[in-house]
C-alpha cells in the first residue's frame, strides 16, 4: 500500500471530490451505528475527510485501500471522541428512565442498546458492528483495520459479553 | 450470540435515520474540498530520503572513527639521523658473523679481510 503520488491543489482536490464521493455514504452508515446520534456520525465523517484533504498524500491508492484507510481514520475519530466523552457517557447510561411499558419500553430498549454498544472501545465497536450488522466477514474486517482475524475474533467474543453484561444489567 | 445480533438490529440508528440529506452532503463536500492546503504536501521518497541518510551518517561515523585511530596511534618516528658512509676501504672493513647454538652459547665471528694466512712450512 504505497501513497499516492505528489498532487498540486486542483488534482488533490479532484481527487478528494473522487473520495468524497465514493465513500462518505458508507462512512456515514458505520459512524452513524457507531455514534449516538446524527449529529455526531456527521461530525465524525466530515472529520474523517478534513484529516484526508490536509493529508491527501497519506491516502494510499485504489479503492479497497483508500476505503481501508478512511475506515481506520474513522475509528480513530470515533476513538478521539469518545475518550472526550467517556465520563459523560458512562453517566448518562445510567441516567436512562427504567420505565417498562408499551411503545416506551421498545425505545427505551432500542436506547439502552445503542448505549450499551457506544459504551464499547471504539475499535471493538466497529468489529461489532460490521460483523453484526454490515455483515462483513473476519478476514475482511481484519483486513479494513489492519490487524489479525484473530484479533477480531477477540474482539467480537469480549464485545458480545460485554454486550450481554451492560444489557443484562440494564434488566435487572 | 443471535441474541446480540437481534438487538442490535432492532436498534439499528439506521432503521430511522438512514442517510445524510443531499444539504448536509453538498456542504460536507464544499468544507471538506476548502481544506485541501494552497500547497500540497511535498512528498519525498522515503527511500531515497533514508538511503542518502545512511550514507551522510556512514560517511560522518567512519571519518569520526578515522580521526580517533589517528589520535591514539604512537607519535610519528622522526627518521634517524643518516649513517655516515663508510669511508673506509672497503677491504679493510671487518664483518661480524653473529649465532647462537642450540645450546644457547653465542658465537661471534669477526672476519678481517686483511688477513691472511701465510703458508709456514
Known sequence: ??????????????????????????????????SGSADAARDAVQDTFLRAARSPHLVPDGMPNEEAWLVRVLVNVCRDEWRKRDVRRRAAFHLVPDHDHGSEAALIA??????????????????????????????SIAALLEIRAVTVRWHLSVGRAEMARLIGRRHD | MTDIRDRLRDADPLLSDPALSADDIAAMRRRVLDAVPETPHVVTDWKRTLAIAAAVTLMAGAGIDTARRASRAEPVREPSAPVPAATAPLE???????????????IIWTIDPAFHLTENR
Do not use: W
Open chain 1, 1 to 34: 500500500m504505497s501513497p499516492a503520488a505528489d498532487t498540486s491543489r486542483p488534482e488533490a482536490a479532484e481527487r478528494l471530490g473522487r473520495l468524497f464521493d465514493a465513500h462518505h455514504n458508507r462512512l456515514y452508515r458505520l459512524a452513524r451505528r457507531m
Open chain 1, 110 to 139: 432500542r436506547t439502552a442498546i445503542q448505549q450499551a454498544l457506544q459504551s464499547l472501545p471504539p475499535r471493538r465497536r466497529a468489529i461489532l458492528v460490521m460483523y453484526e450488522l454490515e455483515g462483513t466477514s473476519i478476514p
Open chain 2, 92 to 106: 679493510t672493513m671487518k664483518t661480524q658473523l653473529q649465532f647462537s647454538t642450540p645450546g644457547g652459547t653465542r
